[in-house]
């Protein structure tokens, strides 16, 4: 028989209007900073799932700041913003994908650049869909000559025998 372990708590005063509060249990522990009127300032819980250690932060605003490199590396990212995502670069910015999906649900989709704007593939489309491949059953109608013999366009033999086409 597995005994099972009773949750712990403790909490600490941080200056005259916060507390800070750990909540420990047998699935992981949560860490909580509050205002004294007990509106949740920060928290940051850790929670083992069966799958591994699951770590989640609240807070009004989290900043990551790196001096060099900020790296994050997952089998799934998600960026789920209610309004509004701004990705900014100083220098150049590279978005590199097997395959790679843009979509405006409800406005306008814009690319704005100050030089040329270079779209390259295999077939560039432009308002279409790609075409359908006709069926093999489908006869093709017989090609059309790009142009007909002068001799043939033209009845006026003396402007022919001047070019040097006579009509036969």
């Not at 205002?35 to 009004?60: F, K, N, W």
């Not at 701004?86 to 994908?97: P, V």
């Amino acid at each position: 028989m597995t005994a099972t372990k009773k949750p712990r708590r403790a909490s600490f005063a941080l200056g005259p209007s916060h507390a800070l509060t750990v909540d420990a249990n047998a699935h992981g522990a949560r860490i909580a900073v509050s205002a004294t009127d007990g509106s949740p300032a920060l928290s940051l819980e850790i929670v083992m799932t069966p799958t591994g250690p699951s770590l989640r932060v609240s807070a009004q605003s989290v900043e990551l700041v790196a001096a060099e490199t900020l790296t994050a590396r997952a089998k799934h990212i998600a960026l789920d913003a209610q309004e509004t995502v701004s990705i900014k670069a100083g220098g150049d910015a590279t978005l590199d994908a097997h395959a790679l999906s843009l979509e405006a649900r409800v406005g306008r989709a814009q690319i704005r650049a100050n030089d040329d704007v270079q779209l390259l593939g295999e077939q560039v489309l432009l308002n279409c869909e790609r075409k359908v491949e006709t069926p093999p059953w489908v006869f093709e109608a017989p090609a059309v000559p790009a142009a007909l013999p002068r001799a043939e366009a033209s009845g006026d033999a003396a402007l022919l025998a001047a070019i040097g086409e006579a009509k036969p």
